[in-house]
């Protein structure tokens, strides 16, 4: 049996996952972007303080970058405090996470270290390795050249041949380079034609240097561009009157692709209703794979009342997020039904818009008497205030003890003031949840929320997710 400081310890563990699930220090509906820093500060320095191993492996779950990149940097600044056991976990969990974040969210955690004079010889080790494990420098010292540089001299490092190193420091010194991408960086200063061979955000500097119509540049480019970056100007490419730009929509994220669907007016949605909804398809059917209809009865309550608009700075993130649910449900379960709280029933068309009657929609989603309930909410439930933790709390203790149906609350929002993610009810478990794409893991981490498994079993399932995530990256070496 767990003891007191054991069951503190766990709930501590969980709340900081929700934040550094849900929070990326911006501004959110309820609270400003100052409020979610300190909030988050504190969670960071608390966590490692006290529990500096399980801080550590909270890498391993599905936590966004912004958190896993501030995790690093706390480590690799406390070296001195770790023991040498510590290290060494330590770095192991951090070298597989860091080949899981994006290259410009890691040139800016060494700039970040740079800047801080952390320069131990764990840190330089770490930049080291990471560096030697990627694919093509030179693509990096063409589209990151900044970056790689300060990284570089932080670590003390030499580049891998004398030919990038010329081109890191000095670029436009040598007459020609051997290596294909560094000649056609070169080329592009006097060379229209060339620019179009680099990768899109440094064909972009040299479009506008040789004021080449903007766009010519993106039908021209296209073929360059990630699928990220093609959904991201497929909409202004069209303002702008061109056709060359189209994402494929199918391959995209699913959380990814619902925040592009919902940036669309009303009418462009209707009008482009079948190819929408079949790329939110095949996107959640990716999801799923192979528990593609294995979830049984399952019914979702959506949050689409005015409060999911975000913020300027998460503009309908948290409506995305219930959208890219929706979806993903639909595909795991073997019956699906969604009630979002407007009441709407065409979830393509859905905006941010009203009330938050979470109580009520419970009560109705309740009544199709589903083996599994999944609320996505914020948790401001207020149409009346307090009805869905009183639906709850009934359901739980007095017409379903036996917890026939599973209920789980994922919500997408940081609360600041109170250090986690708001809650419905302490009767049923919360999880923060930031990609629709992780719901089925945070199904699963919800029932240690729940208190009936302690630290012991969270402590597992933590070392069970490292390893997973440590087997992954061992397999991708080898290939």
């Known amino acids: 049996m767990d003891s007191y400081g054991d069951l503190i310890a766990a709930d501590d563990v969980l709340l900081f996952v929700n934040a550094a699930i849900t929070s990326t220090g911006q501004r959110e509906f309820h609270s400003d972007a100052g409020e979610q820093r300190l909030s988050l500060d504190f969670l960071h320095a608390y966590m490692l303080g006290n529990y500096r191993d399980l801080y550590a492996g909270v890498l391993a779950l599905d936590i966004n970058d912004h958190n896993a990149a501030l995790i690093i940097r706390r480590l690799l600044e406390t070296t001195g405090e770790a023991t040498a056991g510590q290290r ?20 800016g955690l060494f700039d970040a270290l740079r800047r801080a004079g952390v320069n131990n010889r764990r840190t330089r080790a770490i930049m080291r390795d990471w560096l030697a494990a990627r694919p093509d420098l030179a693509f990096d010292a063409v ?43 070169r080329r592009a200063h006097y060379e229209q ?37 093609t959904l991201r100007l497929q909409e202004s490419a069209h303002k702008t009157g061109t056709t060359g730009v189209q994402a494929d929509l199918a391959r995209m994220p699913l959380t990814r ?14 009008r482009r209703r079948a190819e929408l909804t079949h790329a939110l398809e095949s996107a959640a059917g990716r999801v799923a794979g192979s528990h593609q209809g294995s979830w049984g009865r399952v019914t979702a309550v959506l949050d689409d009342s005015f409060s999911t608009f975000g913020s300027v700075h998460k503009r309908r993130r948290p ?26 029933t065409d979830a393509l068309l859905t905006r941010p818009h009203g009330p938050t009657p979470v109580g009520r929609r419970i009560l109705d989603a309740l009544d199709t008497t589903p083996s599994r309930l999944v609320i996505v909410s914020d948790g401001w439930d207020n149409a009346p205030p307090g009805l869905a933790a009183e639906v709850l709390r009934i359901w739980r203790t007095r017409l379903d003890p036996g917890r026939r149906t599973s209920i789980v609350h994922l919500n997408p929002v940081y609360d600041a003031a109170d250090f986690d993610v708001r809650r419905l009810s302490p009767t049923v ?9 992780d719901l ?30 440590m087997g992954g990256r061992n397999q991708e070496r080898a290939r």
């Open 429 to 437: 478990p919360t999880a923060g949840v930031r990609d629709a794409e």
């Open 143 to 185: 589209k990151y050249r900044s970056g790689l540089k300060r990284a570089l001299r932080h670590a003390h490092l030499a580049p891998a041949t004398e030919e990038l190193g010329a081109f890191v420091f000095a670029p436009l010194t040598r007459e020609h380079y051997a290596t294909p991408l560094l000649e056609t960086w």
């Open 88 to 107: 060494r976990s330590e770095g192991r969990l951090i070298a597989c996470r860091l080949a899981t974040l994006p290259p410009q969210r890691v040139y």
């Open 319 to 344: 409506l995305a997020v219930a959208l890219a649910c929706h979806y993903l449900l639909a595909a795991l379960a073997g019956n699906y039904t969604g009630l979002w709280t407007s009441g709407r």
């Open 257 to 270: 692709l619902a925040t592009y669907v919902l940036s669309l007016p009303v009418k462009d949605r209707l």
């Open 440 to 469: 089925p893991a945070l199904v699963e981490l919800a029932q240690f929320a729940e208190g009936r498994t302690g630290l012991a079993e969270l402590i597992t399932y933590m070392d069970t997710r490292a390893a997973r995530m």
């Open 193 to 229: 034609a060339a620019l179009y061979e680099l990768p899109y955000t440094a064909a972009e500097g040299f479009a506008a240097k040789h004021g080449i119509p903007r766009d010519v540049f993106l039908e021209r480019i296209a073929p360059r561009m990630t699928r990220l970056e």
